[in-house]
Structures are given as C-alpha cells and as structure tokens.
C-alpha cells in the first residue's frame, strides 16, 4: 500500500505511483530537462573516459516523426546491449558494450518477507549495480544516479512548489533528502523522498542542476559528469522541482567485480 516504481527492460525506471494514486506511465522531471537514471563513467590509464547512461538501446517504436524519440534522456549515449530477466521480487538488467571495459548487472528488488506484510511495506526500492572489469587494467569508475524532486507532483496534478534537496549523511547512509517548503502539508502530494547509497567514500553530489534554455541543462551535467566522473554543484533559485544527483567513485581492479548499491525512498503519509 505504500506505492510503487515500474523497472523497465532496458534498466530504465517508470511508472512513478509513490504520491497517493495510480500513475502508469508517469515519469517525473521539470520540463527543461531529464527524467530520472543512472550513468556509469570510467577510464583506464592512459586512455579517454566513457560515459554511458545505465539502460540498453531505444526501439524504434519509441521516435514518432519529426518530433524525435518520446523516450525520456534520448539524447544520452547509452549501452548498446542489454538483456532482462525477472523473478520476483529481484528484476535483473544485464548491459553491455564493445566500447565499455565493464559489463554491469543491475540487480533490482524492494522488500519482500513472505507473510509479513509489515517488513514487506518499507517504501523503498534498491539498485545494486554490479560491475564487472573484463579488461587487464586497473579502472577508475563513477556511477550516478539523478533524480528530480517531485513532491506535489502526483502525475496528475502538479503543484511543487519550493522544493528543496539537502545533502545528509551518517554511519550508513549517505544522499540527498528531498521535502518541499512550499507544498500543503495536508494535501495528498505531500511528504518526502531521498536519493542515498550504501557507500562511504568518493561521493560527490549535486542538490540542483543548471537551470537553462531547452537542452542546456542536461548538457551541462553530462559534460561534468563524462569529463572527470565528478559533479560540481549548481545553483537554482526558484525552481519547484530541483534536480538531485549522487556520483559513488571508486576503482575496480583487473578482471574484479564490485557492486554499488543506491536506494530510492519516499514517504507520502
């Protein structure tokens, strides 16, 4: 009863039914830029960085004429393969790329104890990227997740006002706490979210995207993000629906794996 967050087969995440109604099909994001996803960077020494957004390739049944693709972050390279396998509660996303050192095994679930409804109603879903070096050298990594804050926007009725993202972090958790000062704290778009990880070091984050003409925004963060593997934070007063974002950087050794772990919550009371 607490809501839900749709997996898509490409790795990608939809049907945001967390604000106190059905949404299929709602994907949240302020009209000057992207919806939520994640992204891998990485770099060997010696060799350029590559950047990939964390989803496999756009069918064609997702471009309609001259208006482009209606996939959200088309516009971001992304894998080149990917493959799905399903058996609930964990959603499993395997990418992969001639291009990329890494293939990387999404491994999806929410909480699941058989008839223990409580322990099974945490409103919370987790990602744990597990990441593969297939290469003979030693990688350096970043991989991060963006998300808008969308308090007051049940897909249906949009009324974010004066949201706000706060970095915060303790023994265990580390992210970006997502509540809004503007909203009614008696309506039903009312409540909170967060953006964390489970990793304790090589964080950088930012509480808020550029706000900028059509397109620039994304290009701003995408040109941070491939060029170094870290994000610089930005300003943006007055914006409703703030973008969040949360890089982990680490490195893999050598025919290695290591998984990242990012959890979404939320709390719509």
């Not at 799905?84 to 104890?113: H, I, K, T, W």
């Not at 030693?138 to 897909?155: A, E, H, I, K, T």
């Not at 503007?182 to 964390?196: I, P």
């Amino acid at each position: 009863g607490t809501g839900s967050v749709s997996l898509g087969g490409r790795g990608d995440l939809r049907d945001w039914e967390i604000v106190n109604r059905p949404a299929k099909g709602f994907v949240p994001g302020p009209r000057w830029a992207g919806a939520p996803f994640f992204a891998l960077w990485t770099k060997a020494a010696g060799s350029q960085p590559i950047a990939r957004v964390l989803e496999g390739p756009l069918d064609s049944s997702l471009y309609e004429g001259a208006s482009g693709s209606i996939a959200t972050n088309h516009g971001l390279p992304r894998f080149a393969r990917n493959t799905f396998a399903a058996a609930y509660p964990f959603g499993q996303v395997m990418l992969s790329d001639p291009q990329m050192p890494v293939s990387v095994r999404l491994e999806a679930f929410n909480p699941l104890v058989p008839t223990d409804a409580d322990a099974s109603s945490w409103p919370v879903a987790v990602l744990r990227y597990r990441l593969h070096n297939h290469t003979k050298k030693r990688l350096s990594l970043s991989l991060c997740g963006s998300l808008p804050n969308f308090v007051g926007n049940d897909g249906h009725s949009n009324n974010a006002h004066q949201n706000r993202n706060r970095f915060r972090r303790n023994k265990e958790l580390s992210g970006l706490f997502m509540d809004s000062l503007g909203v009614d704290h008696q309506a039903e778009q009312w409540g909170s979210m967060a953006l964390a990880t489970t990793a304790t070091a090589g964080l950088s984050y930012r509480t808020a995207w550029l706000k900028a003409g059509w397109g620039t925004s994304t290009l701003d963060f995408w040109d941070d993000f491939s060029s170094d593997g870290r994000l610089e934070n930005r300003r943006c007063a007055g914006e409703d629906m703030p973008i969040g974002s949360l890089c982990v950087s680490t490195t893999l050794a050598p025919g290695a794996e290591k998984s990242i772990t990012f959890l979404i919550a939320w709390h719509f009371p």
